[in-house]
């Protein structure tokens, strides 16, 4: 329902990475040289700049290079060329561009690895580049520093689909090879799955369509009657949505039903107000869902305030609740709504949100009460009133993820009970980045009350993921990267970073 509490999670909307972990630091991002015996503050490249020249090592006579040591960036002129990198223990970094700060490499990765990333796109001038871990601590006399300056675009591609999930929902298999079923309206949907015996395998091909702009106003949907698909202690199902498909009924996922996958399918408009979630997944009584994979959907409502519906013009776009669990979320878009995903009460559960695009979407991208998840490389832009609020003793892993235009980005509020997070290698590094990305705060009323406004962590996140990945780097999630693979119509595409 509308306005619940995810007893896991609730997104407006609501993560393709395979390979381990990375036991090192991200690269730093470009910056011009400097000089002197310290690094520069650390901080993203500034977006969009123009190409600075080829960046100069700072004088002085320094020792000789440690696998700690960072490397030095280079200086580069207002809107030159392209900047060489400024030379790390192993590999040069790459220069990067601004509007008006010269750029060039920055500081080695930690060991010394590797060279700078290219920064994020942007329209200010470039801030300060962040020098590897462990930064210039082995310099010589003059110091060897990493400088002020902008970072240029970090570029990306549409790459093939994941053929299982990456997360905590790693175990779904859906309907396997199983030849698939047609089905052309919600009746037929619904049809097919009734007649299925409820295990060994079912693969549903929807290739219905619903003309959404036949809906002149979204406000007359909340009046109208829900329209529901009910998968109950159904279990081994794939649901694949054609291309040019469309569905303006919702998916309920209940009781047993495990082994789930819903891919490429459109949900859009929903009738029936707070009696329509577009995707809910939920326990009862006679079990709860469980090995849940959700991925590369669009789903989408209206922002429009609508006369006697109060919170309720459409309800939420992914509900998680009564103890669905092992749930992994990837490659959605999840846009134009008032509340995004959801969770509705105190059971423990675990979710991954890998590479989705949250975009103009008021709250909840997701709220999350009690549980673990895992936010990986997810772009969250233009929320309105808070986007991850992990409340009642949940924790989130909040790692590699792009912000941009959102009020109150990370926070725990309006409930009894906080819940914690970890910060991990986001677009935003510290508060210094708040008006770059335009993140800003507004006090929450209720108690207790806690804002992300310090950018730290309040606890490290207490579980083994029990799972192996590679995370892309921030900067390369922005929205115009992401939905290259995000959204359905896309070949099912992961996003390749370059």
């Not at 997104?11 to 690094?39: M, R, W």
């Not at 790390?88 to 220069?95: D, I, K, P």
């Not at 009584?285 to 006697?308: F, K, M, Q, R, Y």
């Amino acid at each position: 329902m509308r306005n619940t509490a995810l007893s896991g999670f609730v997104f407006v909307f609501a993560l393709a990475c395979g390979g381990t972990k990375s036991t090192t630091d991200e690269p730093s991002h470009a910056g011009s040289s400097g000089a002197g015996n310290a690094a520069a503050p650390p901080g993203e490249g500034g977006r969009d700049g123009n190409s600075g020249a080829p960046g100069l090592v700072t004088a002085g006579a320094p020792s000789a290079p440690s696998l700690d040591a960072a490397g030095t960036a280079g200086a580069g002129a207002e809107r030159g060329g392209t900047g060489a990198g400024g030379a790390s223990n192993e590999a040069a970094g790459r220069g990067g561009t601004s509007e008006q700060a010269s750029t060039g490499g920055a500081a080695g990765a930690f060991g010394g690895t590797a060279g700078a990333r290219l920064g994020e796109g942007g329209i200010s001038a470039g801030r300060a580049g962040t020098a590897g871990r462990a930064g210039a601590t082995n310099a010589g006399a003059a110091g060897m520093v990493a400088g002020a300056a902008g970072s240029g675009s970090v570029t990306a591609s549409a790459g093939p689909p994941e053929t299982k999930p990456l997360g905590y929902g790693r175990n779904a298999t859906g309907g396997g090879s199983k030849t698939p079923v047609n089905v052309a309206s919600m009746t037929e949907l619904q049809a097919a799955i009734d007649a299925y015996s409820g295990s060994g395998g079912l693969v549903l091909n929807y290739t219905g369509s619903f003309d959404f702009g036949a809906i002149s106003d979204p406000c007359a949907q909340w009046q109208k009657d829900a329209q529901i698909v009910e998968l109950k202690q159904k279990s081994d199902i794939t649901l694949v949505g054609a291309d040019g498909s469309g569905a303006n009924f919702g998916l309920h996922i209940a009781s047993s039903s495990s082994n789930i996958i819903v891919r490429d399918m459109r949900f859009g408009l929903l009738p029936g107000g707070d009696a329509s979630d577009a995707i809910s997944i939920e326990g009862m009584s006679s079990g709860v869902p469980t090995d849940i994979w959700i991925d590369h959907n669009e789903l989408w409502s209206s922002l429009a305030d609508c006369a006697g519906a109060g919170d309720s013009s459409f309800d939420g776009l992914i509900d998680l609740k009564k103890g669905a669990d092992r749930v992994t979320i990837s490659y959605n878009y999840l846009h134009d709504h008032h509340n995004g995903f959801s969770d509705s009460d105190d059971v423990v559960r675990h979710v991954t949100f890998h590479h989705n695009v949250f975009d103009n979407v008021s709250s909840r991208t997701p709220l999350q009460r009690n549980g673990f998840s895992h936010l990986l490389n997810n772009y969250i832009g233009r929320v309105a009133t808070s986007a991850v609020n992990v409340r009642m003793g949940g924790y989130s892993l909040v790692e590699g993820n792009y912000f941009e235009q959102v009020q109150n980005a990370v926070t725990s509020r309006d409930s009894s009970e906080l819940g914690y997070w970890e910060l991990r290698d986001n677009n935003v590094k510290s508060p210094a980045d708040f008006a770059t990305f335009g993140l800003t705060w507004v006090a929450s009323d209720s108690t207790p009350t806690k804002d992300a406004t310090d950018w730290v962590t309040t606890a490290t996140f207490p579980e083994s993921l029990g799972y192996t990945y590679t995370a892309d780097p921030a900067a390369c999630l922005t929205k115009a990267n992401l939905l290259k693979a995000a959204g359905a119509g896309k070949g099912l595409a992961t996003l390749v970073c370059h």
